[in-house]
């Protein structure tokens, strides 16, 4: 059972930048479906940002071109910067590792982002 962590939330006020990490407890070679999802209060779970290895990455309409998805896999760890946030994105953010068929999917613990004045 692969653990991912994430850290980097917190409170921002707009404008502002924050970058996510997930860590994952072994290594992420064969989890090869690398997201990030958020979810506001009241709201579905959204998927924010993806990236497939060999396949590159893609973003929902809100968010592109304010935020980048990467990882580096030796360290095991994905990240979410993200830039020029707003209130409407507020939400808790949640990172998901899995392989190309689905049959190994890891979620994390989930990290708040409030954005803010």
């Known amino acids: 059972q692969v653990q991912l962590v994430e850290s980097g939330g917190g409170l921002v006020q707009p404008g502002g930048s924050l970058r996510l990490s997930c860590e994952a407890s072994?290594?992420?070679?064969?989890?090869?479906?690398r997201s990030w999802y958020r979810q506001a209060p009241g709201k579905e779970r959204e998927l924010v940002a993806r990236?497939?290895?060999?396949?590159?990455?893609t973003y929902a309409d809100s968010v592109k071109g304010r935020f980048t998805i990467s990882r580096d896999i030796a360290k095991r760890t994905m990240y979410l910067q993200m830039n020029s946030l707003e209130p409407e994105d507020t939400a808790v953010y949640y990172c998901?590792?899995?392989?190309?068929?689905?049959?190994?999917?890891?979620w994390g613990q989930g990290t708040q982002v409030t954005v803010s004045s």
């Open positions: 990236i497939i290895s060999g396949a590159g990455t």
């Open positions: 998901n590792m899995k392989n190309a068929v689905g049959s190994r999917d890891y």
């Open positions: 072994e290594s992420i070679l064969s989890l090869n479906v």
